[in-house]
């Protein structure tokens, strides 16, 4: 490869999976000529002339922005794109609508009219939505970026608004698939029952109202497959708010990076019955440690898990058909284990950090006008 490439990856500073994918990006940098620093590099976002002056100091080729509007006003991608090329990719769909299930599947992207986020006596009136979506429509329709969409699914989503007539690449996320392949651990040294089939849930429930990752449909569900497969155990790796649990079920709250590896490696099935989701980081490391995956057809994952030969896909919602699914495969080790070694090989094969670094650099390079 020649000439390299100085990023500057800006994010917001929360965790989750648009975090885990932005500082993906440090990994492969170095192997494929990406010289690549993070910002905020303290433990609070930074204000505008401070992350200026980083900025002008470390002189990026390319800025590459994720989710900042948590941590800076939403018109900072109209600044930065005044300085540097910059790169955007789109984790949500907070660019067009706002952070509720209700906005994920949603093509009212001109306006927020009729919003079922709203009561009905506000919805077809002006409301804070209709104010936000105007003021993001403004700033998104004056700019001068390169869109990256992590799935096919988001590109379709964004591409009826006005960030359809951005430039666009779809760049899947990427996977250490080497951290996930060594042998399981003794599934007591992860906290997990020595006996009996293990279905893994990963992710935050961090309110009652919180359902976007579906674990109330997955609970629901769970009570049933006990009564198929009595020895089955659910594991849920996450912060809980607001459910009980039914029997069978091990809340292990939030777990560190290596343990979290320790617990795809040592369950039978990863289940994530999500209402809305991009490309999920979890479907790629359970894929990754050769699990088969129960997921839903919502978002991107359709595109991650073939249906019948690396998981099994569920409608949103349908708690019947997800029980089903759960008691096939925690009651077919055979089947799981065949299913789990596709969805390994089709990681490896399409969400490496290998693929997905190649198609960043390139991107990179292009945006940077250093092609060669």
């Given at each position: 490869?020649?000439?390299?490439?100085?990023?500057?990856?800006?994010?917001?500073?929360?965790?989750?999976?648009?975090?885990?994918?932005?500082?993906?990006?440090?990994?492969?940098?170095?192997?494929?000529?990406?010289?690549?620093?993070?910002?905020?590099?303290?433990?609070?976002?930074?204000?505008?002339?401070?992350?200026?002056?980083?900025?002008?100091?470390?002189?990026?080729?390319?800025?590459?922005?994720?989710?900042?509007?948590?941590?800076?006003?939403?018109?900072?991608?109209?600044?930065?794109?005044?300085?540097?090329?910059?790169?955007?990719?789109?984790?949500?769909?907070?660019?067009?609508?706002?952070?509720?299930i209700e906005c994920w599947e949603c093509f009212r992207n001109a306006l927020c009219f009729g919003c079922p986020g709203l009561g009905p006596l506000r919805r077809w009136r002006p409301n804070y939505r209709i104010l936000e979506r105007l003021a993001k429509r403004r700033v998104n329709r004056a700019l001068d970026v390169h869109l990256v969409c992590p799935s096919e699914w988001m590109r379709r989503r964004l591409s009826r608004s006005e960030w359809g007539k951005r430039p666009t690449s779809v760049i899947p996320y990427s996977v250490d698939t080497d951290r996930y392949t060594g042998a399981a651990p003794r599934r007591a040294r992860v906290g997990l029952p020595e006996a009996g089939p293990v279905a893994l849930f990963v992710g935050n429930m961090y309110s009652p109202d919180d359902h976007r990752k579906g674990l109330p449909d997955l609970l629901s569900a769970f009570r049933a497959v006990r009564e198929l497969v009595p020895t089955a155990t659910l594991a849920i790796a996450g912060r809980v708010e607001g459910v009980s649990p039914p029997g069978g079920t091990l809340v292990l709250g939030e777990v560190d990076a290596d343990r979290l590896v320790g617990l795809y490696q040592a369950s039978d099935v990863f289940v994530l019955p999500s209402h809305g989701d991009n490309l999920p980081v979890t479907v790629l490391e359970a894929m990754a440690a050769g699990l088969p995956v129960i997921g839903t057809r919502v978002g991107g994952i359709p595109e991650q898990v073939v249906e019948g030969e690396t998981g099994l896909l569920v409608g949103r919602g349908d708690q019947a058909s997800l029980s089903d699914a759960l008691a096939v495969?925690?009651?077919?080790?055979?089947?799981?284990?065949?299913?789990?070694?596709?969805?390994?090989?089709?990681?490896?094969?399409?969400?490496?950090?290998?693929?997905?670094?190649?198609?960043?650099?390139?991107?990179?390079?292009?945006?940077?006008g250093k092609t060669a």
């Open positions: 490869m020649s000439g390299g490439v100085r990023v500057a990856i800006i994010n917001q500073l929360q965790g989750g999976g648009a975090t885990t994918a932005a500082k993906e990006l440090l990994e492969w940098g170095p192997g494929q000529g990406v010289h690549a620093t993070y910002f905020p590099r303290g433990e609070r976002a930074e204000s505008r002339a401070t992350l200026w002056r980083e900025l002008d100091a470390f002189a990026p080729d390319v800025v590459h922005l994720h989710c900042w509007y948590q941590s800076w006003e939403y018109d900072l991608i109209s600044e930065l794109a005044s300085r540097w090329p910059v790169v955007f990719t789109a984790h949500d769909p907070y660019v067009v609508n706002q952070y509720g495969l925690l009651s077919d080790p055979d089947r799981s284990a065949a299913m789990g070694q596709a969805g390994r090989a089709r990681c490896h094969a399409r969400y490496s950090r290998a693929v997905s670094g190649e198609l960043h650099a390139s991107l990179y390079r292009r945006v940077a």
